[in-house]
């Protein structure tokens, strides 16, 4: 992964935002389908209906894969944010798109009487780094994302560390160095934070 891949917007009952990885490519995600840490051939950021209520998101992710003729090993993300406002930062080679969406806000260490949101805003975040990961800075690169984007929030003012559906995946070459970090300190940490700092900030509604 010479350079980051840019999104296709497919519409497959619905719009879609569609990574497709022409070389060896490898993940870690907090993704609801096919998360974890692997090698993947591509990232989908499905944009969902207010109110979506299927539970399958296994099969959901795997129709839409079959649609677009995908093959191979994907993550999927979900989102009720329309995915054609994603927004992009760079920083030195490291790419972020995130979907940024607010509806719903919490805080990570709510009270356990607190429910859950029936139609949550989600933060979906996409990093793509020029550079490989050994596995603990790979754990250590979905932290620094995470930071990077309660940072945005507290600084836009919104009243949460993010919601209860974010999720994030990190993508790099799978041949190659490797980078031994990946916290805000570390050279490739800070790039990925900047780059993920404003494409949240991008995102979010100039007076929430």
């Known amino acids: 992964m010479s350079a980051a891949l840019e999104p296709v917007v497919a519409s497959v ?9 022409d070389r060896p490519t490898e993940a870690i995600s907090s993704a609801s389908v ?8 591509w990232i989908l950021n499905v944009g969902v209906e207010r109110g979506y209520a299927r539970t399958d998101l296994d099969e959901h992710a795997a129709e839409i894969a079959s649609n677009l003729g995908l093959d191979g090993r994907g993550t999927a993300l979900f989102t009720a944010v ?22 719903q806000p919490t805080w990570a260490a709510e009270s356990d009487d607190v429910p859950e949101p029936l139609e949550a805003g989600t933060i979906n975040v996409v990093v793509q780094l020029p550079v490989g990961l050994d596995p603990g800075a790979a754990v250590n690169a979905t932290m620094t994302a995470t930071e990077a984007k309660v940072q945005a929030l507290a600084e836009g003012g919104i009243d949460g560390t993010g919601t209860a ?30 780059a993920v700092h404003s494409a949240v900030q991008a995102g979010l509604p100039q007076n929430p």
């Open 13 to 21: 009952g619905g719009d879609v935002l569609v990574w497709r990885f």
């Open 34 to 41: 096919n998360g974890g840490a692997g090698r993947i051939d």
């Open 82 to 103: 329309d995915v054609r406002g994603v927004c992009r930062a760079e920083c030195d080679g490291v790419v972020v798109h995130a979907t940024v969406g607010i509806s």
């Open 165 to 194: 559906t974010d999720a994030v995946v990190v993508a790099w070459p799978a041949t190659g160095h490797q980078e031994r970090f990946a916290g805000p300190r570390s050279v490739w940490g800070r790039k990925l934070a900047i």
